[in-house]
């Protein structure tokens, strides 16, 4: 019995060390590095240096823009999109592929599409709107500071979506439909039935999507890097571009260490509410 026991262990330590040998120690490595000194700083002085960097600051300012503003977005497109796969129409699967092909899009990829799509003198967007004779002549979209963020935000929004969108579509198909039948033998009404027995059964699907999502637009790289490489000036730089600048363009290690251990921090307080929530549900 005691074999038995430890056997489901023995099975997962050779994973457990790759796991540990690939993520745990850069990541131990970082945390040393990040308390070294900087320029005439003693120990720690990295972490001081952040608060008085504007640069920083900055980065910090718009990955809580763009993360409040895509997930909100996600979760309201996703919440929709899978409203409309869930119900009764024909041909169901063939409109589910379709609203899963954006999130096969690598988001590097993504954002190099939507780059020239906004191109200011080739761009199809420009070309619409100027047929639309929404505009008298081309604009420089990516140019400007705060039509960047705008078009960074509605990229990763048509990018990212299919994700809440599963996560949000199994929820919706593992409510009980006799809780359906009873609302509708009660004479209650589609919105109703969507406020009393639809978002009550979501909510915890909801705050998965919602935190899971977080995560990831918190760590987002690809689609700022290929759509406006940070830019204009650094009015679309998150804190993932930040310290990969700082890390493989000004080569302060030091530097770039303390500021992805705030991330990390950063990462870790957004999962607190989807760790509790899971061990809620094993107790």
């Known amino acids: 019995m005691i074999g038995e026991r430890w056997t489901a262990y023995w099975f997962v330590l050779p994973g457990t060390f790759l796991l540990l040998a690939i993520l745990g120690f850069p990541a131990i490595a970082s945390i040393v590095d990040s308390f070294g000194s900087v320029g005439s700083g003693g120990f720690g002085s990295a972490y001081l240096a952040l608060l008085s960097d504007q640069r920083f600051l900055t980065a910090s300012f718009n990955t809580a823009l763009f993360v409040v503003c895509v997930v909100t977005l ?3 497109l996703g919440l929709a999109v899978a409203l409309l796969l869930n119900a009764d129409i024909p041909f ?3 409109f589910r592929v379709v609203a899963l092909l954006p999130w096969t899009v690598p988001d590097v990829i993504g954002g190099l599409i939507f780059r020239f799509m906004l191109d200011p003198l080739s761009g199809g967007v ?3 709107a100027f047929r639309l004779q929404l505009m008298q002549g081309p604009y ?3 140019g400007d500071p705060g039509w960047a963020m705008f078009s960074v935000i509605m990229a990763e929004t048509w990018r990212g979506y299919p994700y809440p969108m599963l996560i949000l579509l199994a929820g919706l198909q593992a409510i009980p439909k006799e809780q359906y039948e009873a609302a509708a033998i009660d004479g209650a009404g589609r919105w109703a039935i969507f406020t009393n027995v639809t978002l009550p059964n979501l909510m915890p699907m909801v705050l998965i999507a919602v935190v899971l999502d977080a995560i990831w637009q918190c760590r987002l790289f690809g689609m700022i890097f290929g759509m406006t490489n940070g830019g204009p000036g650094d009015a679309t730089q ?4 930040f310290v990969y600048r700082q890390y493989f363009q ?3 290690t030091t530097y770039a260490a303390s500021a992805a251990v705030v991330l990390a921090a950063v ?3 957004v999962a607190i509410p989807y760790i509790r929530s899971t061990l809620r549900e094993k107790s």
């Open 267 to 269: 990462l870790l307080a």
């Open 140 to 142: 420089d979209w990516l």
């Open 126 to 128: 420009n070309a619409i």
């Open 92 to 94: 169901k699967w063939f």
């Open 74 to 76: 996600h979760i309201i």
């Open 238 to 241: 998150n804190l993932s571009l």
């Open 250 to 252: 000004f080569f302060e």
